[in-house]
């Protein structure tokens, strides 16, 4: 994806720009929006991640030594 908005600013502004301004432009900005939609893509959870609904939150002394934090000292959620 990098490689592809750096392509996209390097041919805007080294060959396009000659022929049209606005579409160098456009270019860049196409090459701006791609960075951020792939980290928001490429960090989205999988559906079966239910890290909001991760027991250990609701286990006071998780981080005691010797406790064991894949079984929390509560009830099971029903």
Partial sequence: MMGVC???FVLA????RFWSVPAAIG???????????????????DP??????DPRWDD???NRPGHDRDHPD???RG
């Fill in 27 to 45: 270019m860049c900005v196409l090459a701006m929006v791609i960075p951020p939609l792939a980290a928001v893509f490429a960090n989205k959870r």
């Fill in 6 to 8: 750096l392509g996209l």
């Fill in 60 to 62: 006071p002394g998780w």
């Fill in 74 to 76: 509560h009830e099971p």
């Fill in 13 to 16: 502004w080294g060959v396009v």
């Fill in 48 to 53: 079966d991640d239910d890290w909001w609904n």
